[in-house]
């Protein structure tokens, strides 16, 4: 089993910048391909960042691109998302995920372990 526990969630306007942390325990060997997935109030879950474990494999979502930068720690077992130029449409509540492989597609049902969340406001 992997845990994830996220934290750096908070309110900030428009234009501004949050960092968000994901730290892994447990099999960590088993959460190769980490990411970050979101969903705001009323919509659907997105995916948003994910890199693998050595961190040659980095994808974003379109509406992320060039304001958002994923990246892993030193011991490989904690994940970074630094969010900067930041949205009223960025307000959701951002989950971590992991999964044993990595690819560049990122589809929710083939993450094997979720952490619990941490909500990002911004607010205009």
């Known amino acids: 089993q992997v845990q994830l526990v996220e934290s750096g969630g908070g309110s900030v306007q428009a234009g501004g910048s949050l960092r968000l942390s994901c730290a892994a325990s447990?099999?960590?060997?088993?959460?190769?391909?980490m990411g970050w997935f979101r969903q705001a109030p009323g919509k659907e879950s997105e995916f948003v960042a994910g890199v693998s474990r050595n961190g040659g494999g980095i994808d974003y979502a379109d509406s992320v691109k060039g304001r958002f930068t994923i990246s892993r720690g030193s011991a490989k077992n904690t994940v970074y998302l630094q969010m900067n130029s930041l949205k009223p449409e960025d307000t959701a509540v951002y989950y971590c995920a992991a999964r044993y492989e990595y690819s560049s597609s990122w589809p929710e049902k083939g993450m094997g372990y979720w952490g619990k969340g941490t909500l990002v406001t911004v607010s205009s």
């Open positions: 447990g099999r960590t060997s088993s959460s190769s391909a």
